[in-house]
């Protein structure tokens, strides 16, 4: 059974850019959450999506946004890159909405911005 | 808000030696609480997962157990092997609001 899938794996981006990452759940999860992980604030929560909807939202600003596919596969996107959005960001999915089930992370995409 | 606090941030044993991880949460109220491991330049791979009616879940090595009412969590490795050497982190998922916070983790070192 594939795990969850994250691509790029690496990037690299200059400030005022944007930056878009995908996230494939394992097959039959429809909850896909994502997460920000910097080694000054450690892991913050995103945003999580199940069947399409957004469903919970962390405190970050409109520059981070997110959408879900029917089939279930994640996008989320960053706005006018900043040099503090250099960071690792993982997704994760699961089971059950409102990270109320096991969650499952991919490997994650490393983005540095210049 | 929850905080989510673990100690200590950096352990380093030698290798066979018993071990506990801890985590502790500034709300009680929470859905449940999940173990992680993560290795250099990795995604997180879940450990334990322990629901807020539970009091602890063991896998093979592994042991966490959880005490709402003092907002406590620990996480006891038994043998440790220089390949549980990562950083460790704990999970809270709120009661009401679903929100996951996360700790900063422990680095474990675990020396041959």
């Known amino acids: 059974k594939a795990g969850v899938t994250q691509t790029p794996r690496y990037l690299i981006k200059t400030r005022g850019q944007q930056v878009t990452l995908s996230c494939s759940p394992i097959?039959?999860?429809?909850?896909v959450s994502w997460y920000q992980q910097t080694p000054g604030q450690g892991l913050q929560f995103l945003f999580e999506y199940f069947s399409e909807t957004q469903r919970n939202k962390g405190n970050f600003p409109g520059r981070f946004s997110g959408r879900q596919f029917s089939n279930s596969r994640s996008e989320m996107n960053v706005s006018t890159l900043e040099l503090g959005d250099s960071a690792l960001y993982l997704c994760?999915?699961?089971?059950?909405?409102?990270?109320?089930?096991?969650?499952?992370f991919g490997e994650g995409s490393r983005l540095t911005v210049l | 808000k929850q905080e989510v606090t673990q100690i200590p941030a950096a352990l380093s044993v030698p290798e066979g030696e018993n071990l506990v991880l801890n985590c502790s949460f500034t709300d009680s109220a929470i859905y449940n609480l999940q173990w992680f491991r993560q290795d250099p330049g990795k995604g997180l791979t879940s450990l334990l997962l322990i629901q807020s009616s539970q009091r602890e879940q063991t896998s093979g090595r592994l042991n966490a157990s959880l005490d709402k009412s003092s907002g406590r969590s620990t996480l006891y490795i038994a043998a440790s092997q220089p390949g549980d050497s990562a950083t460790y982190l704990c999970?809270?998922?709120?009661?009401?609001?679903?929100?996951?916070?996360f700790g900063k983790g422990t680095l474990l070192t675990v020396n041959p």
């Open positions: 097959s039959g999860h429809r909850s």
């Open positions: 994760a999915s699961s089971l059950a909405t409102g990270n109320t089930g096991e969650l499952f």
């Open positions: 999970a809270v998922i709120g009661g009401s609001n679903y929100k996951l916070t």
